[in-house]
């Protein structure tokens, strides 16, 4: 008992909690709670093969950890929602001000101003003469008289201001006068309101960059994550089930359509690469492969085709493209080279779709965004998914996508498969 408290507490250190923290959201609590339970397992049975300790029975200590993540996980949530109740009515709030053009602070008062954050906006300091301040925002003064407000007397836990808007020495002084009084200093980059993105922080030696989304396969360890996971699941699926089902579709393909069993295809891969993407033959060979997707009753479908696109079958030999690394199981559907072509010029930012690897399934196919697309409105919604997908991937996403595949294959939810 001893060591299963010193192996937590051990790993604890390094993934401490994080639903005490001001902004932060479901699906990294719980992440963060399944990471904490599965390493304090590892580092448990580490110190057990150190021992030669190996009296204990694996079977309940595995039991043990799946029942320590899911009452982790839980407590978390629970204690979060608990949290965000408490700072919702008026518990633990913080008071700030806001200082600058009211313009480019606009979209940060509203998210100041979401009660589960645990903010309390005193007002805002701003020269603009004519400003129209949202409800409940109240006008404290000029951005000169900022500094005079701040004081030891009168604490103010976070100051909110937008320096382009003022003078450099009205700014500097501001900027002291926060660091005299011990209260938080945050600086709104001028112009970045004005673009309605989330800006994210980089930094280039001493200099700070701004993107306008995040990246989360722009980093090696992430997409080492990716990587692994894309190897471990077509390798296990190229190994066990697949020789069965290319046995059984070659027959049935060759029985109702002379010609190959594999259709490879060009499409668009990552950095925009042209790559060749393999499918099961469902059509029998026509000139207007490349450049005409498949419709409900289309003619050059044969019967068993047919079927297999509606469950997807056709689909599987991509696990060779993932094993081989020009794919991956989740990502953007990989586009015709003709289709690239035009929507890049129709669909705006419609090329960040391919700061990732294509894949199998995606984000926009488990949400309905699949198949034929009859209107250039239906492709938009597809592409938008696609960059959510871009901005938000995690490891526990792609796992969830995958499932979610499969089971929406297995009871064929997926009504646009033809």
């Known amino acids: 008992m001893l060591l299963l408290v010193l192996s937590y507490g051990f790993v604890a250190f390094f993934y401490p909690p994080i639903l005490l923290h001001r902004v932060v959201d479901g699906e990294k ?35 043990f950890y799946a029942l320590l993540t899911v009452l982790l996980v839980i407590e978390r949530l629970s204690l979060r929602v608990l949290v965000k109740h408490l700072r919702s009515r008026s518990q633990s709030r913080k008071h700030v001000i806001m200082v ?79 660091m005299n009084v011990g209260a938080h200093y945050f600086a709104l980059p001028l112009y970045v309101s004005s673009l309605h993105r989330n800006m994210v922080a980089s930094y280039m030696g001493s200099c700070i960059m701004l993107s306008p989304m995040a990246e989360p396969l722009g980093t090696l360890s992430n997409r080492l994550l990716k990587r692994l996971l894309d190897i471990f699941v077509s390798a296990l699926f190229l190994s066990t089930l697949f020789p069965i089902i290319y046995l059984i579709v070659a027959i049935k393909i060759k029985r109702q359509s002379p010609g190959p069993v594999f259709f490879v295809q060009k499409r668009t891969g990552l950095d925009g690469k042209d790559f060749k993407m393999l499918k099961f033959r469902s059509m029998h060979i026509n000139e207007q492969a490349d450049t005409m997707q498949a419709t409900l009753n289309d003619p050059r479908k044969f019967p068993f085709g047919d079927f297999m696109r509606r469950m997807s079958i056709d689909e599987l030999p991509q696990f060779i493209n993932v094993f081989l690394g020009s794919m991956s199981v989740v990502g953007p559907r990989p586009h015709m080279t003709a289709h690239t072509a035009s929507y890049s010029k129709l669909i705006n930012q419609y090329m960040i779709r391919h700061w990732v690897k294509p894949g199998i399934t995606g984000w926009a196919q488990v949400n309905g965004f699949r198949g034929e697309t009859k209107e250039l409105e239906l492709m938009e919604k597809r592409v938008h998914a696609d960059i959510w997908y871009v901005e938000h991937w995690s490891f ?23």
């Open 29 to 63: 609590i719980f992440a963060r709670g399944v990471l904490t339970a599965f390493f304090a397992l590892l580092s448990y049975a580490s110190v057990l093969g150190l021992l030669n300790h190996l009296m204990v029975n694996r079977y309940l200590l595995l039991l």
């Open 100 to 178: 600058g053009n009211m313009d480019e602070m606009s979209n940060l008062y509203s998210n100041l101003c979401r009660g589960e954050y645990g903010f309390t906006v005193d007002g805002v300091f701003t020269d603009d003469e004519g400003a129209v301040l949202p409800d409940g925002l109240k006008l404290l003064g000029t951005t000169a008289e900022a500094v005079d407000y701040i004081s030891l007397d009168n604490p103010i836990h976070t100051v909110y201001c937008s320096p382009g808007s003022m003078g450099k020495e009205e700014s500097m002084a501001l900027f002291r006068k926060c």
């Open 396 to 418: 526990w996403l792609d796992v969830r996508l995958i499932l979610r595949t499969f089971f929406n294959t297995l009871f064929h939810k997926e009504t646009n498969a033809y």
